[in-house]
């Protein structure tokens, strides 16, 4: 079985924002922008200017699936830069799988944190909300984020491993 480099890299990148999203609420920009980078003149260098324009490709998806979340003040712009980094080292069906796994496993988590933590009207609001699609009050929404990048990262290592299992 041969692993790739990108698998290598996007592994370590997955670990070190799952710890760095959940312990301290913060993607650092020295670690998203210099993956970019990496990944980019990678990209280049071993795969020419057809890859070159994937990885770029990748990076752009990656940071305009959050975007417009960012903007609406619903997640982080480390949250936005960091998909743009894993964007820019995986293929664009596997940037989606991610996302969409990264998705599920974030609501899943902020479901069991309202649960958990007893607030059955926040979570019956939440679901009002959901469905009549109205705007949550602030006072239920603050204090109370989940750590996107640490959702995506626990999503994307899930379905590293079952990549390598196959």
Request: hydrophobic residues 60%; positive net charge.
């Amino acid at each position: 079985m041969e692993i790739q480099i990108s698998t290598v890299v996007l592994t370590l990148l997955f670990l070190i924002v799952f710890i760095l999203d959940y312990k301290y609420r913060i993607i650092p920009n020295w670690l998203t922008v210099s993956t970019i980078l990496v990944a980019w003149m990678t990209a280049l260098i071993l795969g020419g200017f057809s890859l070159f324009l994937t990885s770029l490709l990748g990076t752009l998806v990656g940071f305009l699936i959050l975007f417009i979340p960012f903007a609406l003040g619903g997640v982080g712009g480390g949250d936005v830069k960091f998909l743009a980094a894993v964007g820019s080292l995986t293929s664009l069906p596997f940037l989606l799988k991610i996302v969409l796994f990264g998705l599920i496993v974030g609501g899943l988590t902020s479901i069991f944190v309202m649960l958990k933590n007893s607030e059955i009207k926040g979570f019956k609001q939440f679901i009002y909300a959901l469905f009549l699609r109205k705007y949550l009050p602030n006072n239920l929404v603050k204090g109370h984020a989940i750590p996107l990048g640490s959702c995506i990262s626990l999503a994307g290592l899930i379905l590293i491993g079952f990549q390598l299992l196959r």
